[in-house]
C-alpha cells in the first residue's frame, strides 16, 4: 500500500507529461518508467554516487559486511542488506528485495546482466578498475536515472572547486604512490587506477607512470624501491601483510618516502573499495595534510 | 534387465526431490507451499528467483550431468577400462584449455563459437591421447596413466594462460573448477540439442557395444564393424563432454562416477545402463550446486569444487577394489 | 656393506657431481643480478663480497631481496627434488614425487586453512607443525590408498591414488579460500608456488629442517641402493623394510613442509629432477642425493630467474613454469614407463 501511495505521489510531483528515462549503460540503454524507489547496488563506486543524490540502496553487495562501506557515507544512508559477495552477488537475495533499479558493474557482473535484467532495469556501468574520470561518468549516469543531472552537475562543479582548491594548497609535483596490502602480496594501484586518478588529479605525479595497461599491479619489494615514490601510503588488509615484511628489510628505509617519514598507513576501504566523489575528496584531504599543508578547504 | 525400469523410476523420484529442494533452499528460502503457489499458480513473488534463477540452473546443471555421465559410459565401453572418463582422460581438460585460449586471443569473440571451440579441443586431445597410447590402448590402467599425465598438462597450460593474462574472476572459476553460477536460459540451447541428438545416437550404439563387451573377434563374427563402432561412440563421448565444458568448465569426477553407479544398480548391459546413467548424473550434478549454494549463504562455492569431493574419495575406492592390475 | 660400488665407478659420478657446483655458482649469480631495474651486474656481487657498502643501493638489493629469495630458492628446490628421489626410491616408481602424490597439495591446504584463519585453533598454531601434519597426513592417505602397505607396490595405482588425492586437496583448498577470504580472485594466489616475497626468516625456516632432511636422504642412500634390488631381496640381505619406509616418510614429508611453508606448492621439481640426476650419474643412491640437491637447488633457480623475467618488470609465480614444465615431463614419463612395461 505504501508502495502504491509512494508511485501514486511520484507521479504527482513530476506530473504526466514527464516522458520515461533513458540512460545509457555500458552494454545498452535502461529505461525508467519513473524515478526508481528500490535500488540495489553491486560495488561500493555506486553507493557513494547513490549518497551523493540522498538515496538509500535497499541492498548493497558489501562482501557480506556493511563496514566495508566507509563512516561518512553509510551515516548519510539508511540500513540496507547484504547481497554477498561483489563478483558473485546472490540473484536470489537481489530479486527478493523487489527492486525497481540495479546498478552492476560490467566488469564483474556482465555475465549476469541478461539475468539482472529480468529482475529489474539494471544500469550497468564502469566500476572495477575505473578510472577517475570513467568514475565522473558513471555519477552522472546515476544521476540521470533519477532525473536529477543538473543537481548532479552542480554537485560535480563544486567536486571540481574542491579538487582544484586542493590541487591549489598542494602544489607540489612529488610523486604519490598509493598500495593495498594482503598476506599473499603488495598491490601497487597505478595511473589508470581510481587513487592514481585521484592523486593526478591534485597534480601530483605516479612514480610508475609507464604501467598504463593494468590498473593494480601486483609487486616486490625490489619494484617498489626502484619505483622509489616520494609519498607512500598503503591500506592493509588484515594484522599482519606483505608489507609488514617488507619493513624488516635493509631496503625499506632506503625508500624516499620512509626516509622522510612520509609513509602512512591509510583506510583501504576509503583508498581502494569507495571509489567515488565523497571518498576522493576524503582522500584528496589526506594527501593535502600529507603533504604538510594546512587546513583543508571548503 | 527387469530391473531397469523400477530403478529409473526410483532414480527420477529421487532427482525430483533434489529438485525441490535445489529450487526451495538457497540464500532465499522458499516454504512448500509458496513453491506450490509459485508454481502451479504463477504468484508472483518468487517468479525471478524461481524461473530465472534456481530452474534455469537447475535444468543446466542436470543436463550437463546427464552428458557427462553418458560421455563416461560411451567411454568406459569403447575402452573397456573401469577407470576411463572424459576428464580422466584429459577430453574436458583440453576442451577447457582451447576454450581459455580462444577467450583470451579474441577478446570480443561471440560465445556461438565457444561449443565449436571447446568440440574441436576435446577432438584435439582425444587425438594426442590415442596417439600417445596407441601400444597400451587396451591396457586400463596405463591408459588412464597417460590421460591423467595429459589433463596435468593441460591443467598446467590453463593456470599458466590464467596468470598471464587475467580474466575477469566468474569465467577464471569456471575454467579452473567448473561452475554453474551466471548460467541461465540463454546457455541452455548450447546443451540440450546435443543431448536430444546425442542420446537417440548412443541408444543405436548400446547393442552393438554390448556385443564388443564380448570381444573383438566375436564382435566381428556377429557382423560388427568395430573399427567405426568404437570411432563413433567415442566421437559422441567427445562431443558429449565437449558441449557440457562449453556451458560450466570442466566439471569433474561425474563422468566417472556415475557409470559405475549404473552398473552397480542395473548391470552391464547398455541399453538399460543410458537411463539410470543419465539419471544418476543429472542426480549428482544437481545435488553438488545445490549443496555449493546451500552451504553458506549467499556465498557460494563452484560446483565442480562439490563434485571433486564426491568424486575423488570414489575414484580412490575404485583403485582400490580393481583387480585386474 | 655387500654393496658398496666399487671406487674406479664411483669416482666418475662424484667428478660430475663436483662439475655441478660451479654450475650452481652461475646460476645463483644469475639469480641474484638478473631482470633487475638496477642494472644490476655480476661485478656488483663481487665487489659485494670483497666490501659490503650499505649505502650502495645495489649491493643493498643484492644483500637483502635478491640473497634471500635465491637462498630460499636453492633450498625449496633441493628440499623438494631429494623428497621426489626418495619418493621414487621407496616406491621404486619413477612417477613419485610430491605434486604427483599429493603431498605438496596436502601441506598447501594445511597452510591455506592455517593463514586464511578457517579453522581459529589451527592459525594458532606454529606454520611448519600445521603443514607438516598437512604433508603426512596426505602421505599417510596415499601410502595406504595407494596400496604402499603391501609388496608387491603396484607402480599404476599408487600414481592414479595420488593424483585423485592431489585433485581432492586442490579443490577443498579452492573451497577454503573462496570461503574465508570472501575474496575469489585468493584462489590464484593459494596454489601457485611463488619465491616473490620470500625473507631471511623464511630462509632461517627452511634451512636447517631441508639439511636435516638431507642427512636424513643420505643416511637412506645405502637401503634404497638395496631396496633397488626388490623388497625380498632387500630383506634377505637383511635390510630393514619397514624401517627404511617410516624413515623415508619422515623425511618425505619434512622436506616438503619445509617448502610449502616458505615458497607455496611448487610443482613437480621432485619428478624432473631425480631423473637428470640418474640420466648424469647413475644410479647409487648415495650419490643421487646430492646430485638431486644440487640440480634441484639449480633447476629452481633457473626457472624463477625466466619467472622473474615473464612479464618483467612485474614478477611472476615461479610455480607456473615448473608445473607447466613438469606436468609434459610428466607426461612423456607416463608413456616412457609404460612402453618399458610393453616391452
Known amino acids: 500500500m505504501l508502495r502504491v501511495l509512494s508511485l501514486f505521489l511520484v507521479l504527482m510531483l513530476y506530473g504526466a507529461s514527464l516522458a520515461e528515462v533513458r540512460v545509457a549503460g555500458e552494454l545498452g540503454d535502461v529505461v525508467l518508467p519513473a524515478p526508481p524507489q528500490r535500488v540495489v547496488a553491486l560495488e561500493f563506486s555506486f553507493v557513494d554516487a547513490l549518497a551523493t543524490l540522498g538515496v538509500s540502496p535497499v541492498g548493497v553487495a558489501d562482501d557480506g559486511d556493511a563496514a566495508r562501506v566507509i563512516d561518512p557515507i553509510r551515516a548519510k544512508l539508511d540500513e540496507w542488506t547484504s547481497l554477498g559477495s561483489r563478483s558473485q552477488p546472490s540473484l536470489e537475495v537481489i530479486a527478493s528485495l523487489n527492486p525497481d533499479l540495479i546498478i552492476a558493474d560490467v566488469e564483474r557482473h556482465a555475465a549476469v546482466y541478461e539475468d539482472l535484467q529480468r529482475i529489474a532495469p539494471t544500469l550497468i556501468l564502469k566500476s572495477r578498475g575505473e578510472t577517475y574520470e570513467d568514475n565522473l561518468n558513471a555519477v552522472m549516469k546515476v544521476a540521470q536515472a533519477f532525473g536529477q543531472e543538473e543537481a548532479m552537475a552542480e554537485r560535480i562543479a563544486q567536486h571540481n572547486a574542491i579538487m582544484d582548491a586542493y590541487a591549489a594548497q598542494v602544489n607540489s609535483n612529488a610523486t604519490v604512490q598509493f598500495a593495498v596490502s594482503s598476506e599473499k602480496g603488495v598491490w601497487l594501484h597505478g595511473p589508470r587506477a581510481y587513487a592514481g586518478g585521484v592523486i593526478a588529479r591534485l597534480g601530483l605525479n605516479s612514480p610508475i607512470p609507464e604501467e598504463t595497461e593494468q590498473a593494480y599491479i601486483q609487486i616486490t619489494l625490489e619494484r617498489l624501491v626502484q619505483a ?71 | 534387465m527387469t530391473r531397469w525400469l523400477p530403478m529409473s523410476v526410483t532414480l527420477m523420484a529421487i532427482l525430483l526431490v533434489f529438485a525441490a529442494w535445489h529450487l526451495g533452499f538457497g540464500a532465499v528460502n522458499i516454504s512448500p507451499p509458496e513453491l506450490w503457489q509459485t508454481l502451479v499458480h504463477g504468484q508472483p513473488d518468487y517468479e525471478f528467483i524461481l524461473y530465472g534463477y534456481r530452474m534455469p540452473r537447475l535444468f543446466i546443471a542436470a543436463l550437463v550431468g546427464a552428458a557427462l555421465a553418458l560421455s563416461g559410459l560411451l567411454v568406459q565401453g569403447v575402452v573397456r577400462n573401469p ?6 582422460l584429459g577430453v574436458t581438460g583440453g576442451a577447457s584449455l582451447a576454450v581459455v585460449g580462444f577467450s583470451i586471443a579474441w577478446t570480443g569473440a561471440s560465445v556461438v563459437w565457444v561449443p565449436f571451440v571447446a568440440l574441436a579441443g576435446g577432438f584435439a586431445s582425444l587425438g594426442c591421447l590415442l596417439w600417445l597410447a596407441r601400444p597400451v590402448l587396451n591396457q586400463p590402467a596405463s591408459l588412464a596413466l597417460v590421460g591423467v599425465a595429459l589433463s596435468a598438462l593441460f591443467a598446467a597450460a590453463i593456470d599458466f594462460l590464467l596468470t598471464m593474462y587475467p580474466l575477469e574472476i566468474n569465467s577464471s572459476l569456471i575454467w579452473l573448477t567448473g561452475s554453474v553460477w551466471g548460467r541461465n536460459w540463454s546457455h541452455l540451447p548450447l546443451i540440450a540439442p546435443w543431448l536430444a541428438v546425442l542420446i537417440p545416437v548412443a541408444t543405436f550404439l548400446a547393442y552393438r557395444l554390448d556385443l564388443l563387451d564380448l570381444g573383438d ?18 566421437l559422441t563421448a567427445v562431443a558429449l563432454a565437449s558441449a557440457s565444458v562449453s556451458v ?16 552397480f544398480l542395473v548391470g552391464y548391459r547398455h541399453l538399460p545402463l543410458i537411463p539410470v546413467c543419465l539419471l544418476l548424473g543429472a542426480i549428482l550434478m544437481v545435488s553438488a550446486d545445490l549443496f555449493a549454494r546451500i552451504l553458506m549463504p549467499p556465498i557460494e562455492l563452484p560446483a565442480g569444487i562439490v563434485t571433486a569431493f564426491i568424486g575423488a574419495p570414489y575414484f580412490v575406492f575404485l583403485i582400490t577394489r580393481y583387480k585386474h592390475w | 656393506m655387500t654393496l658398496a660400488l666399487p671406487v674406479r665407478q664411483t669416482l666418475s659420478p662424484l667428478w660430475r657431481i663436483g662439475a655441478l657446483l660451479p654450475v650452481l655458482l652461475v646460476a645463483f649469480g644469475l639469480a641474484l643480478t638478473s631482470y633487475s631495474q638496477f642494472d644490476l ?29 635465491a637462498l630460499a630458492a636453492t633450498f625449496v628446490g633441493a628440499a623438494l627434488a631429494v623428497a621426489g628421489l626418495v619418493m621414487q626410491g621407496m616406491t621404486r616408481n619413477p612417477l613419485a614425487s610430491p605434486s604427483v602424490f599429493g603431498v605438496s597439495s596436502g601441506a598447501a591446504l594445511a597452510f591455506a586453512v592455517s593463514a586464511t584463519g578457517l579453522i ?41 591414488a ?43 625456516l627452511v634451512v636447517p629442517w631441508t639439511v636435516l632432511g638431507l642427512a636424513g636422504a643420505l643416511w637412506l642412500g645405502q637401503p634404497l641402493n638395496l631396496l633397488r634390488l626388490g623388497e625380498e631381496r632387500m630383506q634377505n640381505l637383511g635390510g630393514g623394510l619397514r624401517q627404511v619406509r617410516w624413515l623415508g ?47 634441484g637447488a639449480i633447476l629452481l633457480l633457473v626457472a624463477d630467474t625466466l619467472a622473474r623475467g615473464l612479464r618483467f618488470p612485474n614478477d611472476s609465480p615461479v610455480g607456473i613454469l615448473t608445473t607447466l614444465l613438469g606436468a609434459g615431463f610428466f607426461l612423456f614419463l607416463a608413456r616412457r614407463k609404460i612402453l618399458e612395461a610393453m616391452a
Open chain 1, 228 to 298: 622509489n615514490p616520494d609519498y607512500f601510503l598503503v591500506g592493509e588488509y588484515g594484522d599482519q601483510t606483505a608489507v609488514d615484511t617488507y619493513k624488516q628489510n635493509p631496503l625499506w628505509s632506503v625508500i624516499t618516502a620512509v626516509k622522510n617519514d612520509h609513509y602512512v598507513e591509510t583506510d583501504p576501504r576509503l583508498w581502494s573499495l569507495n571509489r567515488g566523489m565523497i571518498s576522493a575528496e576524503i582522500m584528496a584531504g589526506e594527501l593535502v595534510e600529507m603533504l604538510g599543508t594546512s587546513t583543508a578547504a571548503q
Open chain 2, 83 to 88: 577407470l576411463a572418463s572424459p576428464d580422466i
Open chain 2, 217 to 234: 573377434e566375436a564382435a566381428t563374427s556377429l557382423g560388427t564393424r568395430v573399427g567405426w563402432l568404437r570411432l563413433l561412440a567415442l
Open chain 2, 248 to 263: 560450466c568448465g570442466a566439471i569433474s569426477f561425474v563422468g566417472l562416477v556415475a557409470p559405475h553407479m549404473a552398473r
Open chain 3, 41 to 69: 651486474r655480476l661485478r656488483d656481487v663481487v665487489t659485494l663480497v670483497l666490501a659490503f657498502d650499505p649505502d650502495n643501493l645495489k649491493h643493498q638489493v643484492i644483500a637483502s631481496l635478491r640473497l634471500p629469495r
Open chain 3, 120 to 160: 581459529a585453533w589451527v592459525a594458532a598454531l606454529p606454520l611448519l607443525l600445521v603443514t607438516f601434519c598437512g604433508a603426512g597426513l596426505a602421505g599417510v592417505l596415499v601410502f595406504f590408498l595407494g596400496g604402499l602397505h603391501r609388496t608387491p607396490i603396484h607402480p599404476v595405482r599408487v600414481i592414479l
Open chain 3, 162 to 204: 595420488g593424483v585423485a588425492l592431489n585433485f581432492l586437496f586442490l579443490s577443498m583448498t579452492r573451497g577454503a579460500v573462496i570461503l574465508a577470504d570472501e575474496n575469489a580472485y585468493g584462489v590464484f594466489h593459494w596454489l601457485t608456488g611463488s619465491l616473490g616475497n620470500v625473507t631471511f626468516d623464511d630462509v632461517r
Open chain 3, 249 to 295: 616418510s619422515l623425511v618425505v614429508v619434512l622436506l616438503v613442509a619445509a617448502a610449502v611453508s616458505v615458497a607455496g606448492p611448487i610443482g613437480f621439481v621432485g619428478l624432473m629432477v631425480p631423473h637428470i640426476a640418474r640420466a648424469l650419474i647413475g644410479s647409487d643412491y648415495r650419490l643421487l642425493v646430492l646430485a638431486c640437491a644440487l640440480l
